[in-house]
């Protein structure tokens, strides 16, 4: 049974940091790449950060510069740095993971989900 739970949200000023992790357990960690999306309030849910199984890494445009997507082999974990946080970005963070494939930006073509964590920025 694949699971993905997220952790590492909560509520911060403007300008702090965060770093959300994604744990997940049941699959083949090498073999999926492993992306984040977002969802606030009344919007649609949008890509974040991906990684994709064979190692290529792509950003949000808006968020170049502030994130940072990693990955745990060891401990088959995906993580997401979050630096100069505006109130913009509070939403609630999803991980997934999808196997194979290089193209990480699209939601569709994820086969795993986790539940969410919830990210509140303050001004």
């Known amino acids: 049974q694949v699971q993905l739970a997220e952790s590492g949200g909560g509520l911060m000023q403007a300008g702090g940091s965060l770093r959300l992790s994604c744990a997940t357990s049941?699959?083949?960690?090498?073999?999926?790449?492993m992306g984040w999306f977002r969802q606030a309030p009344g919007k649609e849910r949008e890509f974040v950060a991906g990684?994709?199984?064979?190692?290529?890494?792509l950003y949000a445009d808006s968020l170049k510069g502030r994130f940072t997507i990693s990955r745990d082999d060891a401990r088959n974990t995906v993580f997401l740095q979050m630096n100069s946080l505006k109130p913009e970005d509070t939403a609630v963070y999803y991980c997934?993971?999808?196997?194979?494939?290089?193209?990480?930006?699209?939601?569709?073509?994820?086969?795993?989900w986790g539940q969410g964590t919830q990210v509140t920025v303050s001004s």
């Open positions: 049941g699959l083949t960690f090498s073999t999926y790449g």
């Open positions: 997934a993971a999808r196997q194979w494939g290089t193209q990480v930006m699209d939601d569709k073509l994820y086969d795993y």
């Open positions: 990684r994709s199984w064979t190692g290529i890494i």
